[in-house]
């Protein structure tokens, strides 16, 4: 059995809503464009698109969520996946 999850999909888990903050950054960055958006939509995008294939098995909305957290830049997290793929699996679990 296969069964097919579209990109609309998977950007709203697990909420299946899409209203938190992560899938409304996401959804005004990718209506803008990645040149017209601020620092947040930027790691959006990142995180959405690009993260799993340089990182491996982690969830974009919550290594973002971390990520904002913390208080991180997007040039900031695409140096910590580049330099430290450990440290990037732990942005989920930062409280403050």
């Known amino acids: 059995m296969i069964i097919h999850i579209s990109r609309s999909t998977f950007d709203t888990w697990p909420s299946g809503k899409g209203g938190g903050p992560y899938e409304k950054t996401l959804a005004a960055a990718r209506k803008g ?3 017209c958006t601020d620092n947040a939509g930027g790691m959006a995008l990142y995180c959405a698109d690009t993260l799993q294939t340089v990182v491996g ?7 973002w969520e971390g990520a904002q957290r913390r208080g991180m830049s997007a040039a900031d997290l695409v ?9 990037v699996c732990d942005l989920p679990w930062v409280t403050g």
């Open 33 to 35: 464009g990645a040149r």
């Open 57 to 63: 098995a982690v969830s974009p909305q919550l290594v």
């Open 79 to 87: 140096s910590l996946c580049t330099k430290d793929v450990i440290a």
